[in-house]
């Protein structure tokens, strides 16, 4: 069974990512997944969404932990789990970005949402309770 943490980014938006991005935690990048933008440039086409829409404080983004148990499945399902969750919740609006950790003993995910549609620039509250996230991962295996 998967646990799913929610974190607000209030400040350093770019250092959140850049930890999600690791290289040495992702396989070199091969676990690093994006939904409305592209990876290498996902941190400067949020900052843009949000200057478009002169949305550039408060809540920057959401980070969304998702971490499975021990050898429960393989760092590829696990990303694509995470990649599933993401275009479900988000995919319609906002950009997102879903690295898959293997560096520790359970592989988890590092789900990185801007705050800001590119849509209409309207700011994403979180309106998505923990009761769907859980179901989801209910449903995981069936990605």
Not at 6 to 13: A, H, P, S
Not at 120 to 125: C, F, R, T
């Amino acid at each position: 069974m998967a646990i799913t943490k929610y974190k607000v980014i209030k400040k350093n938006l770019d250092a959140v990512i850049n930890y999600a991005m690791n290289g040495e935690k992702t396989e070199n990048g091969i676990l690093v997944s994006a939904i409305n933008c592209l990876p290498q440039t996902a941190y400067s086409q949020m900052m843009l969404t949000k200057k478009a829409f002169h949305k550039e404080d408060g809540r920057l983004g959401y980070h969304i932990i998702q971490s499975f148990n021990g050898n429960e499945i393989s760092p590829d399902k696990c990303n694509k789990i995470g990649i599933n969750l993401a275009e479900q919740l988000w995919g319609d609006k906002y950009q997102v970005i879903v690295c898959t950790h293997t560096n520790k003993k359970n592989v988890h995910n590092h789900i990185v949402l801007n705050s800001v549609s590119f849509v209409d620039g309207s700011k994403y509250h979180n309106s998505v309770s923990y009761t769907h996230l859980r179901a989801h991962e209910t449903r995981r295996h069936l990605v």
